[in-house]
């Protein structure tokens, strides 16, 4: 279980191994070398997703570890609520940033392994604290840096811990 | 110095009249104008700007033609056309405005938007527009042959014409509380959209501020748009 402690609460996170194992090894990876800490939500559209592990406060990208292939085809869907791994257009291109859902986002899961079908990894879920994914969700959002969907003030994960 | 406002033209190959009306548009008053604003749904579908239909090039071309006149060409995205991409936009030699932007139009702060997003209360359409908008739904989607998105499109459409016959009047028009949050959040006091297709000019007072709201006609009948100065703003027919 991960926890992410954040401005807005606390988000507690149960991780399917099972399912998704390279993907959870590299996440608790992250969250253990303290990757997480002091990055914010970066990207959040209400009915869609809320994404992080990016950037620093003042949108400052942090490096990364290596590319993970993609376990999508574990076919969890990506219900509201789940947390999946966020990539460019290349399948197997997600590094540290991450997403949960906040819709029903079926237009997000596997379908082939083709660059058009591979979808996006999900490997856990909320199992408490959605209220505080539900405040993060309806923040105020605009442009900065160039990026859109950004929240206007920052939504900081202070620490995320493994417990 | 003025600047011209149109959306809603819903160009496509069907519908000869309105093409030439918008041919002769563009070479007449548009060409007049310092700059040309299209706020969305320029064309009645959209399938990826890789589409090679023999149309859409012609409309490109004017388009081109025009802003090698000198005149700023600008376009926004519409809820038909919204994958209109920067291959377009930079072969016509406009520039994609984000929705909403806001403009200073001669001295006046100005809100562009093309209007559905004011459209609040249809929570199946925000839903879908939350959908479709999202890059990585564009990604997939567009990666798909072209025949297919056409197919996909065509599909959509005929589902959507469907549905519109059965939502209320109430709910296919701007929602008054929407519009008066973006003008506060944006400054005041001007709006210009399109989307419903119920051109008017509305006044709105928000916070003791009086403020107007200038909706566009569409180009289903009759080619007509928003002319602009330091003056202020009217509607000219073509």
Known sequence: MVKLHTTHGTITLELDAAKAPVTVENFLNYVRNGHFDNTIFHRVIDGFMIQGGGFEPGMKQKTTGAQIKNEADNRLPNDIYTIAMARTSDPHSATAQFFINVGKNDFLNYTASSPQGWGYCVFGKVTAGTEVVDKIRGVKTGTRAGHQDVPVEDVVIQKAEVV | ?238
């Not at chain 2, 003025?2 to 007449?28: E, K, Q």
């Not at chain 2, 065509?154 to 509380?177: F, H, P, W, Y």
Request: hydrophobic share 40%.
């Open chain 2, 1 to 238: 110095m003025h600047s011209i406002f149109v959306s809603d033209l819903h160009l496509c190959p069907t519908r000869p009249a309105i093409n030439r009306i918008f041919f002769d548009f563009l070479r007449g008053p548009a060409a007049r104008a310092e700059a040309l604003y299209i706020l969305g749904d320029l064309f009645e579908t959209w399938a990826g700007d890789d589409d090679d239909d023999p149309f859409n090039a012609s409309v490109l071309a004017a388009l081109r033609e025009l802003a090698g006149r000198g005149v700023a060409l600008y376009l926004m995205h519409g809820n038909r056309d919204f994958l209109i991409g920067s291959r377009f936009s930079a072969a016509c030699g406009a520039q994609l405005l984000p929705d909403p932007t806001r403009i200073d139009l001669y001295g006046t702060p100005t809100l562009l938007m093309h209007g559905d997003t004011l459209c609040s209360d249809d929570v199946r359409y925000q839903d879908f527009r939350v959908k479709v908008r999202a890059p990585e739904w564009q990604q997939q989607f567009l990666s798909q042959p072209l025949a297919s998105r056409k197919q996909i499109i065509a599909g959509l459409r005929t589902e959507n014409a469907a549905e519109k016959q059965l939502k209320s009047e109430a709910i296919m028009d701007v929602t008054v509380a929407t519009v008066e949050a973006r003008l506060r959040d944006h400054g005041y006091p001007r709006l210009i959209h399109g989307h419903t297709h119920r051109p008017a000019l509305h006044e709105h007072n928000v916070d003791g501020k009086r403020c107007e709201r200038w909706v566009l006609a569409d180009w289903y009948t009759s080619g007509s748009y928003l002319h602009c100065d330091a003056q202020g703003c009217r509607v000219v027919r073509l």
